[in-house]
């Protein structure tokens, strides 16, 4: 009879997530211990990018959720990064449940106000939330569904059958996949 021992819960003393693996915060990218900065290796990072992982130095951080110069443009919000907006609620809905459909937990967060019959725009806008650990597989899968317009695309729009990235003909129809 084995008897596993239970893994080690942490709690971040800058936000107060708790997390059992890795050695920063997934939340706010804290460090539990210093590691050297990757900019300057002879300075000591005090968190990670929550995005990428990359150790950042004091100051290279701010504001919180760490993120390095590359991932500063990506909204975070508590753990989750927002990996694709549209104005259409529907859309950003079927993108979700793709990115679902491949083990990703996307969530909705969708600003659309039901009470108006009317789109309201940049006021309406769906959000496509991944935790911060998805955030570049997510991206990456979105990428490629995009035809060549760039709209993302999952189904064939001849008969609404899925279809693998790459795909030139749909194998359900035959018809072609890209304009």
Not at 12 to 30: I, K, L, N
Request: net charge negative; proline share 8%; charged share 25%.
């Amino acid at each position: 009879m084995s008897v596993e021992t239970p893994e080690q819960t942490f709690v971040c003393p800058r936000c107060g997530a708790e997390y059992v693996e890795g050695d920063s915060c997934p939340a706010c990218g804290t460090l539990r211990d210093p590691v050297p900065s990757h900019a300057d290796p002879s300075k000591s990072a005090r968190s990670r990018c929550v995005i990428c992982g990359m150790p950042l130095a004091e100051g290279d951080d701010e504001p919180l959720p760490a993120r390095c110069a590359e991932h500063r443009s990506i909204p975070v919000y508590e753990g989750f990064a927002q990996v694709y907006t549209d104005n259409d609620e529907l859309s950003a809905r079927l993108i979700v449940e793709n990115l679902r459909a491949d083990d990703i937990d996307a969530q909705l967060y969708s600003q659309t106000d039901r009470i108006f019959p009317f789109d309201l725009g940049e006021m309406s806008i769906a959000r496509v939330l991944v935790p911060v650990w998805d955030f570049q597989r997510a991206l990456e899968l979105i990428e490629s569904h995009k035809d060549t317009e760039g709209e993302v695309v999952f189904a064939c729009p001849t008969c609404g059958e899925a279809y693998e990235p790459g795909a030139e003909v749909c194998s359900n129809c035959g018809a072609p996949l890209t304009a």
